[in-house]
């Protein structure tokens, strides 16, 4: 999965089993603290 900063939408949330909610947590959590292009 790829996390672009965007947001995970309502109907995607949804749908998510518990491993795939997870790895969006992860996801988010890299982007925030790694891989964000404008962190400061």
Do not use: F
């Not at 965007?6 to 790895?23: Q, V």
């Amino acid at each position: 999965m790829v996390y672009a900063g965007n947001g995970i939408t309502y109907s995607e949330l949804k749908d998510m089993d518990i491993a795939e909610y997870r790895e969006a947590v992860e996801a988010r959590l890299l982007w925030q603290d790694e891989w964000n292009p404008n962190k400061k």
